[in-house]
């Protein structure tokens, strides 16, 4: 099982409506996790960060954690075509980023 | 704040060179570097951790003697790609890690705009 899992998309979302990303993590002691953003050929931009159970918001950009589910989703919402572009779940742990293997989301307009 | 840089953006040499990549963090200390590399279509991988004045800690399955970091400073990182071969070709990235600005976590990796190395 791979430490963080994905589903690599594509993932189609109309502009206006929410975009929804799901992650989960096999390793129970995980603590942080990070989402990051990256368009084609470029390097990864941090969206946000959570290491509490619960909802955490950042202007359009909402993260969940559930530690019990061993689980992490973004929502996005009001979705741009902007927001076109590779969504990484990335757990922090010994030190490290481990990255999924993101999830492809294309805003139609 | 917090801006990492990399030279050259894009390379490409010939099988049996070696080349060297840059990472510089521009206005702060990064006390930890970290190289990944970013196959097409898939996610970033690892390749080592180098504090400054230390030596690098590699991923199991990356070569040593085939990938030389050096981290002799606080702002610069170099990975040096021996003897590169088309397999080697990729994205190549580098991140810092250090005293965090003002609203970051301590644990946030500030990631550079990537190498992109194309072994002919």
């Known amino acids: 099982q791979k430490e963080v899992e994905q589903n690599s998309g594509p993932l189609s979302v109309p502009e206006g409506a929410i975009a929804s990303l799901n992650c989960t993590y096999s390793d129970r002691g995980s603590q942080s996790f990070f989402w990051y953003r990256q368009y084609s050929g470029k390097s990864p931009e941090l969206i946000m960060f959570i290491y509490s159970n619960g909802d955490k918001e950042d202007g359009r950009f909402t993260a969940q954690l559930n530690k019990a589910s061993q689980y992490v989703s973004l929502l996005i919402r009001d979705s741009q075509p902007s927001d076109s572009a590779t969504y990484l779940c990335?757990?922090?742990?010994?030190?490290?980023?481990?990255f999924g293997t993101g999830t492809r989301l294309t805003i139609i307009p | 704040g917090a801006v990492v840089s990399q030279h050259p953006s894009w390379v490409i040499c010939k099988s049996g060179t070696s080349v060297k990549i840059e990472c510089r963090s521009l206005d702060f200390q990064a006390t930890t570097m970290f190289w990944y590399r970013q196959f097409p279509k898939q996610s970033l991988m690892l390749m080592a951790t180098?504090?400054?004045?230390?030596?690098?800690?590699?991923e199991q399955g990356v070569e040593k003697d085939k990938f030389l970091i050096n981290h002799a400073s606080l702002t610069l990182s170099t990975l040096t790609v021996t003897s590169a071969h088309p397999e080697d070709s990729s994205f190549y990235i580098c991140?810092?890690?250090?005293?965090?600005?003002?609203?970051?976590?301590?644990?946030?990796?500030?990631f550079g705009p990537g190498t992109r190395l194309t072994v002919l």
């Open positions: 990335v757990r922090f742990g010994n030190e490290k980023l481990t």
């Open positions: 991140s810092a890690r250090g005293n965090p600005p003002p609203g970051h976590s301590y644990n946030e990796q500030f």
């Open positions: 180098s504090n400054e004045g230390s030596k690098a800690t590699y």
